[in-house]
T-cell receptor
């Protein structure tokens, strides 16, 4: 069974700092998704990483995928308060039908 | 706006009540999902429907009863719930999870805004 693990699960940081969230998964996959969730709100798709070495960037967020290491990273550059949210990674897994298996989520709090 | 609409946004119910959550997707997708999100277990898959047929039930108690009359609509009927059932219930849809075509991310989930449920 596919397991997806994120770390850290909680992250409190100051504005202007850089940090990285890690997502490890247990079986082979050639793509990975990142979602963002604001408190009490739904999940919003951020990135789809489609191949080994894929890198996607939007604003202060950059995601990368290393399929050989079964690792994805979400890097935050010069954090701002608006990025405070919970971030989930998700990996496709085919068991009769394709579905996404989610990590536990990383709750990110950015303090002024 | 993601194309997946959930109602109501908030629901407070007693343990003896019967209520229903509704989800509608306008994306032409073939699969629909119910997820439960609480503080203890962040994101739990409850049910999956593919082409109106239930394909997954993750050991969900019978007090939760899903219904999928067509590929665009999904309901979650609730009865005799417990306080520990209080959570955010999220509906999602995807294009075609049965296809293994890797190039078109058919398993990508589009989520509704959720129903925040409180059971008193």
């Amino acid at each position: 069974e596919l397991k997806v693990e994120q770390n850290p699960l909680f992250l409190s940081m100051q504005e202007g700092k850089n940090y990285t969230i890690y997502c490890n998964y247990s079986t082979t996959s050639d793509r990975l998704y990142w979602y963002r969730q604001d408190p009490g709100k739904s999940l919003e798709s951020l990135f789809v990483l489609l191949s080994n070495g894929a890198v996607k960037q939007e604003g202060r967020l950059m995601a990368s995928l290393d399929t050989k290491a079964r690792l994805s990273t979400l890097h935050i550059t010069a954090a701002v308060h608006d990025l405070s949210a919970t971030y989930f990674c998700a990996v496709p897994w085919f068991q009769g039908a394709q579905k996404l298996v989610f990590g536990q989520g990383t709750r990110l709090t950015i303090n002024p | 706006e993601t194309g997946v609409t959930q109602t109501p946004r908030h629901l407070v119910m007693g343990m003896t009540n019967k209520k229903s959550l509704k989800c509608e997707q306008h994306l032409g997708h073939n699969a629909m999902y119910w997820y439960k999100q609480s503080a203890k277990k962040p994101l739990e898959l409850m049910f999956v429907y593919n082409f109106k047929e239930q394909t997954e039930n993750n050991s969900v108690p019978s007090r939760f009863s899903p219904e999928c009359p067509n590929s665009s609509h999904l309901f979650l009927h609730l009865h005799t719930l417990q306080p520990e059932d209080s959570a955010l219930y999220l509906c999602a849809s995807s294009q075609d999870p049965v296809s293994r075509d890797a190039g078109r991310f058919k398993e990508k989930l589009f989520f509704g805004s959720g129903t925040q449920l409180s059971v008193l």
